[in-house]
């Protein structure tokens, strides 16, 4: 999912006012550049359980101007190492 905002001080806005940095559905939030301001890692057991997610953090938010969802179909690759 991306989350774009409509307020200037975006990570501090993001964090604090939708509060979904502290959802149990989020399991990795990043700050970014480009047509996004966020980009999260959600997990939720269905499509029900995201819609519910999206409704209570982004539908009736302020700061909110728009985000867009992308459903992963397979994991093409995994980790977190970083080569150096």
Same mark, same amino acid.
């Given at each position: 999912?991306?989350?774009?905002?409509?307020?200037?001080?975006?990570?501090?806005?993001?964090?604090?006012?939708?509060?979904?940095?502290?959802?149990?559905?989020?399991? !990795?939030?990043?700050? /970014?550049?480009?047509?996004?301001? $966020? %980009?999260?890692?959600?997990? =939720?057991?269905?499509?029900?359980?995201?819609?519910?997610?999206?409704?209570?953090?982004?539908? !009736?938010?302020?700061? /909110?101007?728009?985000?867009?969802? $992308? %459903?992963?179909?397979?994991? =093409?690759?995994?980790?977190?190492?970083?080569?150096?």
């Amino acid at each position: 999912m991306k989350y774009e905002s409509d307020r200037a001080i975006k990570s501090a806005l993001f964090s604090q006012d939708a509060g979904c940095t502290h959802a149990s559905e989020v399991q !990795q939030c990043y700050y /970014v550049t480009g047509e996004a301001d $966020f %980009v999260l890692v959600v997990v =939720v057991e269905s499509m029900a359980a995201y819609e519910d997610f999206t409704r209570r953090h982004f539908f !009736q938010h302020r700061n /909110v101007k728009k985000f867009r969802t $992308f %459903v992963s179909m397979d994991a =093409v690759k995994r980790g977190t190492q970083i080569a150096l």
